[in-house]
């Protein structure tokens, strides 16, 4: 079982940056792929980035350019660093684990994790 929980979020005002942390726990394979979603009430959990096993990365257009993912494996953590915060990017956010390796396919579709943390709330205003 894998446990993730999240901390960084916060109020900012347009334009501000975060940087957000998953605290990883429990037993992992090497080959799981690593992500941070998204979501607002009513919407669907939209896919940010996601980092793979061979350590590939995907974004996301609508954030493309203003984020960077990484992993500490050392460490267990997983960040997501938002620069040039938007209002539109008000959320709560997830980070996610697989429970087996994607080969580079659905990075982005969170029907493709099993492990989800509780998520943090990011709020930027204009």
């Known amino acids: 079982q894998v446990q993730l929980v999240e901390s960084g979020g916060g109020s900012v005002q347009s334009g501000g940056s975060l940087r957000l942390s998953c605290a990883v726990s429990g037993y992992t394979y090497s080959d799981y792929a690593w992500a941070w979603f998204r979501q607002t009430p009513g919407k669907e959990r939209e896919g940010v980035a996601a980092i793979d096993s061979d350590g590939s990365t995907k974004y996301a257009d609508s954030m493309k350019g203003r984020i960077i993912i990484s992993q500490d494996n050392a460490k267990n953590t997983l960040a997501l660093q938002m620069n040039d915060l938007k209002p539109e990017d008000t959320a709560t956010y997830y980070c996610?684990?697989?429970?087996?390796?994607?080969?580079?396919?659905?990075?982005?579709?969170?029907?493709?994790?099993?492990?989800w943390g509780q998520g943090t709330q990011v709020t930027v205003s204009s």
């Open positions: 996610a684990s697989t429970g087996g390796p994607l080969y580079g396919r659905r990075l982005l579709d969170h029907r493709s994790y099993v492990y």
